[in-house]
Nanobody
Framework: QVQLVESGGGSVQAGGSLRLSCTASGRTFNIYAMAWFRQAPGKEREFVTAISWNGGVTDYAESVKGRFTISRENAKNTVYLQMNGLKPEDTAVYYC??????????????WGQGTQVTVSS
């Protein structure tokens, strides 16, 4: 199985930036699509962005398009989420996920533990 560990969360003022990292263990990391989800208190978990196994295809929720960028560095077994122009509504626990591309946006196979992102106004 794949183990995912997120880092880089924290608190930032509106308009600021954060960079999240998710490092995977396991020698099969490179074959998985990767994604980021988020969940705010009292809300359903929400898809944020995904990237294919080779980094060639990405997908973004409309709410973050143009502000967030997903990337991966397979040699380091790591996926990143660069978040710019943060808004208070971006406040949530952010989760890293891995799985097949066809289901990565809905039902990933593996999840990280989450990292808190708080954006103040």
């Amino acid at each position: 199985q794949v183990q995912l560990v997120e880092s880089g969360g924290g608190s930032v003022q509106a308009g600021g930036s954060l960079r999240l990292s998710c490092t995977a263990s396991g020698r099969t990391f490179n074959i998985y699509a990767m994604a980021w989800f988020r969940q705010a208190p009292g809300k359903e978990r929400e898809f944020v962005t995904a990237i294919s196994w080779n980094g060639g295809v990405t997908d973004y929720a409309e709410s973050v398009k143009g502000r967030f960028t997903i990337s991966r560095e397979n040699a380091k077994n790591t996926v990143y989420l660069q978040m710019n122009g943060l808004k208070p509504e971006d406040t949530a626990v952010y989760y890293c996920a891995a799985g097949a591309w066809v289901k990565i946006t809905t039902t990933p196979s593996y999840w990280g533990q989450g990292t808190q992102v708080t954006v103040s106004s």
